[in-house]
């Protein structure tokens, strides 16, 4: 009988060792949590820098659209007209000039990754006979560090960074 009670009293030990404590349990949450915290920070930072990929590409499609506007028109696109003109033809007053228009962007590209409209200027206050195309950046205030210019890489970089320059206009008369 001693035996009995030996082996039923090994039998529920062994059933006591195969569950968990709440300390074990813990620790395996406080882990996880951790490892994902990780994980999580690692991916926000990654978010960030997509972001900014984003607007830099973004910029390009744009840059491309206003110089097909200008190889048609002769012309940027005026501040009234705005970007928007690359993807509405309506903005163009002149039927005429509404006849020559082609879409220069496929797809509508009112507003950068962090939800700030496109800063544009059809006359540059740098750089002469050019445009200004500018994002404020995540923090959506001028003139800090993470604003994007589309001409801040060639201004570094004289080479060609985010495009290269326009032709001169034509000559006016005629």
């Known amino acids: 009988m001693t035996q009995r009670m030996e082996s039923g ?8 060792r195969r569950a968990f404590t709440i300390i074990e349990v813990m620790i395996v949450i406080a882990i996880i949590l951790a490892l994902s915290g990780l994980v999580g920070f690692a991916l926000l930072g990654q978010s960030a820098k997509a972001k900014k990929g984003i607007a830099e590409t973004q910029i390009r499609l744009i840059k491309g659209g ?6 048609d028109f002769s012309r940027f696109p005026t501040e009234d007209e705005g970007l928007a003109v690359l993807w509405n033809k309506t903005l163009i007053e002149s039927e005429e000039d509404q006849a020559l228009w082609t879409k220069y962007l496929e797809s509508p590209v009112p507003v950068d990754p962090w939800g700030s409209a496109w800063g544009y200027r059809a006359e540059s206050e740098n750089r002469e006979g050019e445009y200004d195309l500018w994002s404020y950046g995540p923090d959506k205030q001028d003139g800090t560090d993470d604003d994007i210019n589309a001409f801040a890489a060639e ?3 004289a080479e060609g960074g985010l495009s290269g320059g326009l032709p001169p206009p034509p000559p006016s008369g005629g």
Request: proline letters at 0%; aromatic letters at 18%.
């Open 9 to 16: 009293f090994r039998v529920s030990r062994r059933h006591a």
């Open 66 to 71: 206003i110089k097909a506007f200008y190889i």
């Open 155 to 157: 201004d570094a970089d």
